[in-house]
T-cell receptor
Framework: GENVEQHPSTLSVQEGDSAVIKCTYS??????FPWYKQELGKRPQLIID?????GEKKDQRIAVTLNKTAKHFSLHITETQPEDSAVYFC????????FGAGTRLTVKP | DGGITQSPKYLFRKEGQNVTLSCEQN?????MYWYRQDPGQGLRLIYY???????QKGDIAEGYSVSREKKESFPLTVTSAQKNPTAFYLC????????????FGPGTRLTVT
């Protein structure tokens, strides 16, 4: 089955800096790569996703890149703000969803 | 935050007792999922169901059971065979099981002593 690895497990940045979280996957059949944000005490919510026929996708300060050959994808957050502080999960889906272990992002004001 | 609900929010049980966690959705989604969330381990898939009366084991199904008698409901039973049941349990649903956004419920925190 699919195996997703996520790095780093914790990330601390200054407000206004960029943050990058990286994930690798094992199943070449995976074709859907979502990113979820989970704030403390709340449920995970989708922030951006990308499909395998696209190399990059942007939504305001958030972008995701996908390298199918290398089987890795990354989340980029620019101009970070304190409200970006949360745990971020990547996932990959061939025919069901497998999540990475999560990255705890802290944005210091 | 409507659409998919879980109850109760907190649940306490004695060791050796079975306990059932509720998950209901009114999104008309075909697929539903159960995850277990432990600190530092992300979301691990317990069971998922693509359609009514059908479900498949995920990565950590041992000690758990599910049913899918109605499209809206996907209850999870944590049996006494589950060696370490204390955890945060999340239910999710999606329009279909392949390559679609999953919508999560608020979760149930189960404590077994």
């Amino acid at each position: 089955g699919e195996n997703v690895e996520q790095h780093p497990s914790t990330l601390s940045v200054q407000e206004g800096d960029s943050a990058v979280i990286k994930c690798t996957y094992s199943d070449s059949a995976s074709n859907y790569f979502p990113w979820y944000k989970q704030e403390l005490g709340k449920r995970p919510q989708l922030i951006i996703d990308i499909r395998s026929n696209v190399g990059e996708k942007k939504d305001q300060r958030i972008a995701v890149t996908l390298n199918k050959t290398a089987k890795h994808f990354s989340l980029h957050i620019t101009e970070t703000q304190p409200e970006d502080s949360a745990v971020y999960f990547c996932a990959a889906s061939p025919n069901d969803m497998r999540f990475g272990a999560g990255t705890r992002l802290t944005v210091k004001p | 935050d409507g659409g998919i609900t879980q109850s109760p929010k907190y649940l306490f049980r004695k060791e050796g007792q079975n306990v059932t966690l509720s998950c209901e959705q009114n999104l008309n989604h075909d697929a539903m999922y159960w995850y277990r969330q432990d600190p530092g381990q992300g979301l691990r898939l317990i069971y998922y169901s693509q359609i009514v009366n059908d479900f498949q084991k995920g990565d950590i199904a041992e000690g758990y059971s599910v049913s899918r008698e109605k499209k809206e409901s996907f209850p999870l039973t944590v049996t006494s065979a589950q060696k370490n049941p204390t955890a945060f349990y999340l239910c999710a649903s999606s329009i279909a099981s392949y390559s679609y956004e999953q919508y999560f419920g608020p979760g149930t925190r189960l404590t077994v002593t």
